[in-house]
């Protein structure tokens, strides 16, 4: 009897199963494990020839498997650094781009400075802060003054964003000169701010646009009823 069809033992062939725990890791999973066979196959042939087409064939299989970034620039060079990085850099062949290389890749990026910054009025955030400190390299003159200004009358409606109440000008004025180091004083000025009822609606109007539209509209008719109005079939007696 041909030897392809004789017939298995069942016991024989449950033996031999394979299962993923006993498989080889996937180093790049999204392409499968038939892909890193036929890699692991490349990687064994002996001519140099046979081995740049088999590279080549893998090449195309890779990129029908994401037809919709064949358009994107480096595509191509993309998916020869993966062909390398799935053979474990063990397949020599000819590439049209730089081969990458082990220590390049385990290379770790540099860890991100990132701004800590704990300042004491938090409520006005880091903005104002940075607003200040460019204030204080301006010479002085009208320019400068109306920049103080408009970063006092900012602290004013940051201030009652948190505060829903009031607040009077002499309170911003000497947080002011606080988070300035005493270089921005307005602790003598007669300057008036724009009054709490005008940065509290400014403040309102603001929020509103955040709001979406549909809760604002059954806010507005709850607002108006004094009541959370009503299902059509509330009222209806269960049958």
Known sequence: MIEKYKKENANDVVCHLEYNSERKHLIIPEYGRHLQKLIEQATV???????????????????????????????????????????????????????????VLQLKPEVLQYPQNYPKYRYYGNNIKYMIDVANKWEEGEMKSALVKVIANHMKKSYLSWNKDTVKDDVIFEHLYELSEGKLNL?????????????????????????????????????????????????????
């Open 45 to 103: 042939i002996e001519s140099d020839e046979e081995r740049n087409k088999a590279a080549r064939y893998i090449i195309q299989v890779m990129g029908s498997l994401n037809p919709h970034l064949r358009d994107v620039p480096d595509f191509q060079h993309k998916l020869w650094d993966q062909l390398f990085i799935m053979s474990d850099f063990r397949l020599a062949v000819d590439s049209p781009y730089p081969i990458p290389s082990r220590e």
């Open 187 to 239: 602790l003598q000025s007669k300057e008036e701010l724009l009054g709490t009822t005008d940065l509290l609606r400014t403040n309102k109007r603001m929020s509103n646009k955040i709001t979406p539209s549909n809760q604002q509209k059954n806010q507005n008719n709850k607002n108006k009823s004094g009541k959370t109005p009503m299902h059509k079939n509330q009222n209806r007696k269960p049958q």
